[in-house]
């Protein structure tokens, strides 16, 4: 079994503040993460992936995650963040097996403030 | 290569009338992908294919959903019998096999039953 917990629906933060979305997970296989982000009418777009080489992932517009498996986390930062970061991001989690089960935690709605 | 693509985009329905959607994956993906995501809620997986083998359902996909990829390349997900429970919208993806790969998005189908 596994699942995903995304522990904040709404973060909000000001211009060029740095971002903190926070993900937990649940996994009885070494799992791959992921963070998606999804604009407003957009389609889903990968930020960045964890697939068990460095537990410091950098991923696009300047995002990164830390994989800490102590403590099943896998929170999604940056450092200051711009208006055009305003949309919904999703934590996944998905099997390393054969078959990929992948599980999307509910999403955090990130505004930012000018 | 242009991506994950859905036709069509939007569908507006009577309830009771049967309703298909396509999926065109990425050309060299074989793992392709069903998710259902509604208002504020994170996609939700429906089915999976690998290559044209449906190896996978989830209990979401009810006996009046059902899903085709007759020659492992496009894919059809039908519904029979809308209801207005059933308006969401549809999200296709497809990735290559093996651990770890990304799924890539298509646009979406948005289904609205009145």
């Known amino acids: 079994a596994q699942s995903v917990t995304q522990l904040d629906s709404h973060v909000s933060v000001s211009e060029g503040t740095p971002v903190l979305l926070r993900c937990n997970y649940s996994s009885s296989y070494s799992p791959s993460l992921f963070w998606y982000v999804q604009h407003p009418n957009k389609g889903l777009q990968l930020l960045l992936k964890y697939t068990s080489a460095a537990t410091l992932v950098k991923g696009i517009n300047g995002f990164e995650a830390e994989f800490k498996k102590s403590e099943t986390s896998f929170h999604l930062t940056k450092p200051s963040a711009h208006m055009s970061d305003a949309a919904e991001y999703f934590c996944?989690?998905?099997?390393?097996?054969?078959?990929?089960?992948?599980?999307f935690g509910i999403g955090t709605k990130l505004q930012v403030i000018p | 290569d242009t991506g994950v693509s859905q036709n069509p985009r939007h569908k507006i329905t009577k309830r009771g009338q049967n309703v298909t959607f396509r999926c065109d994956p990425i050309?060299?993906?074989?793992?392709l992908y069903w998710y259902r995501q509604t208002l504020g809620q994170g996609p939700e997986f429906l089915t999976y294919?690998?290559?044209?083998?449906?190896?996978?359902k989830s209990r979401l996909l009810s006996d009046r959903f059902s899903a085709e990829r007759p020659k492992g390349s496009f894919s059809t997900l039908e519904i029979q019998r809308t209801e207005q429970g059933d308006s969401a919208m549809y999200l296709c993806?497809?990735?290559?096999?093996?651990?770890?790969?990304?799924?890539?998005f298509g646009p979406g189908t948005r289904l609205t039953v009145t």
């Open positions: 050309s060299e993906h074989n793992r």
């Open positions: 996944v989690v998905a099997t390393s097996g054969g078959y990929q089960k992948v599980t």
């Open positions: 294919f690998q290559n044209e083998a449906q190896l996978e």
């Open positions: 993806a497809s990735s290559a096999s093996g651990a770890g790969y990304e799924q890539y």
